[in-house]
């Protein structure tokens, strides 16, 4: 539907910002990043490939590795 459909409206324009690869490669590299740190902490913090002692990290994200089919006990 037009907006010149409908009498007495104001028409309304939307413009999209336009972004450059430039712009957003730190984004996509922070992105990522942050995506492969996660995987790791659900993924393989637990035992020998631990980076901090203890099992709490592992506690905490213990449902999301049974939610994502990762090995655990
Ligand atoms: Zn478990």
Redesign the pocket.
């Given at each position: 539907m037009s907006a010149a459909a409908i009498p007495n409206e104001p028409a309304i324009t939307v413009e999209l910002p336009t972004l450059s690869l430039r712009e957003l490669w730190p984004w996509i590299l922070f992105s990522i990043l942050i995506a492969l740190l996660a995987v790791y902490f659900v993924g393989a913090e637990q035992g020998a490939t631990s980076v901090f002692s203890g099992t709490a990290v592992h506690e905490w994200v213990?449902d999301a590795?049974?939610l994502l089919g990762f090995p655990?006990?």
């Open positions: 213990h590795r049974h655990c006990h």
